[in-house]
């Protein structure tokens, strides 16, 4: 999911939907001016921000590429620009409001906390600050959102997280999986609009030179998006297996879908190299209770 906050500058705290951010390019773009007083971007920060959304690799999430993709639309324009901080590799909750001053240019002050001095170098300005993946840190990406709410009432935050931040003023935008085909639906023309089978030819065009989506491939290719439920890493770690297989080989050997959807980038997080790593990743973020109960409904056909 998406979750976007922001508070006005009568110091009262409002929230407005993801659309909304793409209408108020006036304000939030730029990337002139540093929130701590100097002058040009900080590194990883302002027009870098833009560079990276369009650079990042398509293997990202599909929440990054979302808030990357509204950073980029409010990137050119007057304010005080679009700043990223990536929390993905941040394993300590303790490091979160350094590594967003550091996105943002902020050094520390000895003796001061560290989310006080980035309060007052933002202060005022016009910023928009995406969190880029705040699910492990949940507790201290709230705790600076909401300080930076009240604090900076014209700074826009945008955070993907699986969950929500749970703090005032936050508008939680819910990210769908793509979509899928029917079951039964054969026109290759119809089938093409869909984006889990967009997402699939393009990543099989990386992998098996002169691939093409044509009416010989059609139906095996939207039989792999829905098996796969339109969920963008097992599609793209599907599309990579075309190196060595076709699609019709690959759709047959989906039973044993976690052999199969291995080879994810080298670079990437670890929990973007495999369906494994992300399932993983995914079960140790939930509390006890919820493994149990998810351990206890797993048992059901479909489960």
Known sequence: ???LSNAHGDG???????ADATDRENRLTGGSHRPDGGTGPAPGSGPAAASSARRRPAASRA?????LQVAAQVLDGAGDGVW??????????ELVARTVAAALGVGEEPGRPMLDTLADAVADRYLLVVLDNAEHVLGAAAKLADAMMRSCPRTCL???SREPLGISGEHVFRVP???VPPAGLADPARLAAFESVQLFAEHAAMHRQGFAFDDANAAAVAAVCIRLDGIPLAIELAAARLGSLSVSEVGTRLDQRFRLLTGGSRTALPRHQTLRALIDWSYDLLTPAEQIELD???VFAGG
């Open 158 to 160: 945008l955070v993907t």
């Open 177 to 179: 999986p793509l979509a």
């Open 12 to 18: 009262a705290s409002s929230a407005f939907a993801l």
């Open 296 to 298: 206890r409904l797993s």
């Open 1 to 3: 999911m998406v979750c």
């Open 63 to 67: 929440k990054s590429r979302l808030a």
């Open 84 to 93: 990223l901080a990536e929390l993905a590799p941040v394993a300590d909750p």
